[in-house]
């Protein structure tokens, strides 16, 4: 039989970045042990008392079907939380509790843009983006950044392809490159979503993780609060990828809307999982602070290991659990620079271009190792960089 075409069209015809991933996973089950810098995933696991508050909300009885748009604690937590973040008035009705910030994000599109639609989103990118954005029936347009700009995106850049279109995705602290938008980058792109009235679909999920600086939601810029669709998630600031617990905060009329998409599609988050949400959030903002910890930390490491050379150049980025090293010293691509690590050392990492064009000749780094073998695997990384670039 044959399978619809949005459905064979999601990963765009290409490779979907994930080969030098698979590659190490392939080399770990035939025995070959290989230190991953590849995923997103903290490696402390969730917290014992979010376990528990999870196993006895289950035992307890909440295992029916739960409320759709979230409970009413939560999404007042959630609210009260994004309000006092942000200085934005938030309600309950702003906030749709999702299956996690991808379920969120694809929500956000589908919110957005008709079928057809144009959706603009920034390189590089998360790697799920252009999949999510076909998935909801719209046509991805990419917006390139620029190394020597640390990636920050030019606002012209955007206008240039932003009439007509119906959407920009954006993401600060941003995968995989850590930066951190500045305030006259977020005004930039406010500007440019209110002259050609697109929503912006912001992608907060590593707000609690800002090593300088601080983070500004586009959310509380003038205009913005009636066209912005914020994505959060408990994933990353709570390590609780697994749980899959996230929310969507936007105008009251697009969140009431919503609902009817989880309705007809997630039917919403399991009750013990957002018990266990809501727990999680009420331990306050010293508990995330306490899971942001390593990746502040080896971030440090990072930066005194990568002092004593010259070949290897970190992107200036101020947050997020990952590092964006910039290898064209080496003459190699980011793509054979990560395989050529992976055969000599066994360290797997992220080809820039798994992010999209912008990031050729970069690696990402995920943080999530401890803290040794990650300074270990980082010494190998820039001596073999060093190696090859003579
Ligand atoms: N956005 C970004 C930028 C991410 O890196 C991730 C996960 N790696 C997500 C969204 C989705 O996270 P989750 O669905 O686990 O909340």
Request: glycine fraction near 10%; charge should be negative.
């Amino acid at each position: 039989m044959q399978l619809s075409q949005r459905l064979m069209g999601i990963n765009g015809g290409g490779s979907d970045g994930w080969d030098v991933f698979l590659k190490a996973r392939r080399m770990i089950a035939a025995g070959t042990p290989v230190t991953e810098l590849t995923i997103g995933e903290h490696d402390i696991r969730t917290a014992a008392p979010i376990l528990q508050e999870m196993h006895s909300k289950a035992l307890a009885g909440n295992t029916g079907y739960a409320a759709i748009p979230g409970s009413e604690p939560l999404r007042e937590t959630v609210a009260a939380r994004v309000q006092a973040r942000t200085g934005v008035p938030t309600k309950p009705g702003n906030v749709l509790i999702t299956p996690g910030g991808q379920s969120a994000l694809f929500s956000a599109h589908i919110a957005a843009c008709d079928a057809g639609d144009t959706a603009l989103y920034i390189d590089p990118y998360y790697a799920t983006y252009p999949g999510t954005l076909r998935a909801a029936g719209a046509v991805p347009q990419v917006i390139t950044t620029r190394a020597s700009d640390a990636f920050q995106p030019r606002a012209s850049d955007i206008a240039a392809h932003s009439a007509g279109a119906r959407s920009l995705l954006i993401n600060s602290p941003n995968n995989p490159t850590g930066v951190v938008y500045s305030r006259a980058t977020l005004e930039g792109i406010a500007e440019v979503c209110c002259r050609d009235d697109l929503w912006l679909i912001s992608d907060e999920v590593y707000d609690t993780q800002v090593w300088e600086g601080s983070h500004i939601s586009p959310r509380s810029l003038p205009g913005m609060a009636g066209r912005t669709l914020v994505v959060g998630s408990l994933s990353k600031s709570h390590a609780m990828t697994g749980s899959r617990c996230g929310w969507l905060v936007g105008p009251e009329e697009a969140i009431s809307n919503l609902i009817n998409l989880a309705t007809n599609t997630t039917y919403g988050v399991p009750g013990f999982i957002q018990d266990a949400g809501l727990y999680a959030l009420t331990r306050g903002t010293e508990f995330e602070e306490e899971i942001a910890a390593p990746f502040r930390r080896r971030r440090a490491l990072a930066q005194q290991v990568l002092a004593g050379q010259n070949t290897v150049a970190l992107v200036p980025a101020q947050g997020a659990m990952y590092l964006m090293l910039d290898i064209r010293a080496t003459g190699l691509s980011g793509e054979e620079f990560a395989y050529s690590l992976l055969d000599a050392h066994h360290i797997a990492v992220m080809p820039g271009e798994s992010f999209g064009r912008s990031a050729a000749g970069h690696i990402r780094v995920a943080m999530t190792v401890a803290d040794d073998a990650f300074e270990v695997s980082l010494k190998k990384l820039c001596a073999h960089a060093e190696a090859l670039a003579v």
